[in-house]
């Protein structure tokens, strides 16, 4: 896997499901199944939102969201 980006760091915050959906293009039952294999490694979601280090795992295992690509094309 390639490191992300300094620019793109700056996309990676805490998100919930719903966002991550949004990003994704997906439906939460598609993101849950994507993200299973990853379980252990991203670990449990606490709270409403994944960490910022979890989301950094997400990213790296899923690569990283279309529609935040588009909108670092504007940078």
Known sequence: MEPI????????RPYSYKELTQL????KKTL???I???KEE???KRGRYFT???VD???????FPKNLKDDLKEY
């Open 57 to 63: 795992i997400i990213f790296r295992k899923l690569g």
């Open 24 to 27: 994704y293009g997906v439906s």
């Open 52 to 54: 910022v280090n979890q």
């Open 42 to 44: 991203i670990g449990e």
């Open 36 to 38: 299973q294999p990853f």
């Open 5 to 12: 980006t300094n620019l793109s760091q700056r996309q990676v």
């Open 32 to 34: 849950l199944n994507w």
